[in-house]
């Protein structure tokens, strides 16, 4: 059993700044990529930030320059540092995670729940 638990949404100002995480817990073997994606009330989901087990980053352009995607291995934590934030930015963000749960075992993709970010104008 896999699983990613988000926090750090709230309700910020614009201009203002938030740090999701997302945590992965149960049997992990290892964590390839993992991401963080965003969902506007009746708007699809797009992918905001990827990074992947060596570090690397890629970000949407609407995001480029005020958020960074980091992650803590030995946490099985990725992170998402927000600033700048704008009213376009309002949102359900969700993560999700390549996982291996053991040795000999192909990588699947695991997601959380999701936390509200809500920035007032």
């Known amino acids: 059993q896999v699983q990613l638990v988000e926090s750090g949404g709230g309700l910020v100002q614009a201009g203002g700044s938030l740090r999701l995480s997302c945590t992965a817990s149960?049997?992990?073997?290892?964590?390839?990529?993992m991401r963080w994606y965003r969902q506007a009330p009746g708007k699809q989901r797009d992918l905001v930030a990827t990074i992947t087990s060596g570090g690397s980053t890629n970000y949407a352009g609407s995001v480029k320059g005020r958020f960074t995607i980091s992650r803590d291995n030995a946490k099985s934590t990725v992170y998402l540092q927000m600033n700048s934030l704008k009213p376009e930015d309002t949102a359900a963000y969700y993560c999700?995670?390549?996982?291996?749960?053991?040795?000999?075992?192909?990588?699947?993709?695991?997601g959380g729940q999701g936390t509200q970010v809500t920035v007032s104008s």
């Open positions: 149960g049997s992990i073997f290892s964590i390839n990529a």
């Open positions: 999700n995670a390549d996982i291996v749960i053991g040795m000999g075992y192909s990588p699947r993709t695991y």
